[in-house]
């Protein structure tokens, strides 16, 4: 069992950063990605960014490639999303995921993440 708890987001202003965090707790020995995903209203979860165990791998959604950066600190069980050049379509919740899945990727799909946080919202409006 993980549990995952983000926290960081809010309300930020178009061209504006944001960081947002994902602390781990439970079976944290265990290797395990990490990625995020975020749901706007009216929309369907997406994939954002992904991170495998390592942080050798990492793979960003294309609307958010250069923008968004992921990493993770394995020490502190926490890995983290910072979003720079923020516009109003990043508006959604925010929810962090582990994976175990493997130990060397970063999975993309829903489906591959075995453990969720209950999500931050983050807001882009001026």
């Known amino acids: 069992q993980v549990q995952l708890v983000e926290s960081g987001g809010g309300l930020v202003q178009p061209g504006g950063s944001l960081s947002l965090s994902c602390a781990a707790s439970?079976?944290?020995?265990?290797?395990?990605?990490m990625g995020w995903f975020r749901q706007a209203p009216g929309k369907e979860r997406e994939f954002v960014a992904a991170?495998?165990?390592?942080?050798?791998?990492?793979y960003y959604a294309d609307s958010v490639k250069g923008r968004f950066t992921i990493s993770r600190d394995n020490a502190k069980n926490t890995a983290y999303l910072q979003m720079n050049s923020l516009k109003p379509e990043d508006t959604a919740v925010y929810c962090c995921?582990?994976?175990?899945?493997?130990?060397?990727?970063?999975?993309?799909?829903?489906?591959?993440?075995?453990?969720w946080g209950q999500g931050t919202q983050v807001t882009v409006s001026s």
């Open positions: 439970g079976r944290t020995f265990s290797s395990y990605a």
């Open positions: 995921a582990a994976s175990f899945y493997s130990d060397y990727v970063a999975p993309s799909a829903l489906h591959e993440y075995d453990y």
């Open positions: 991170i495998s165990w390592s942080g050798g791998s990492t």
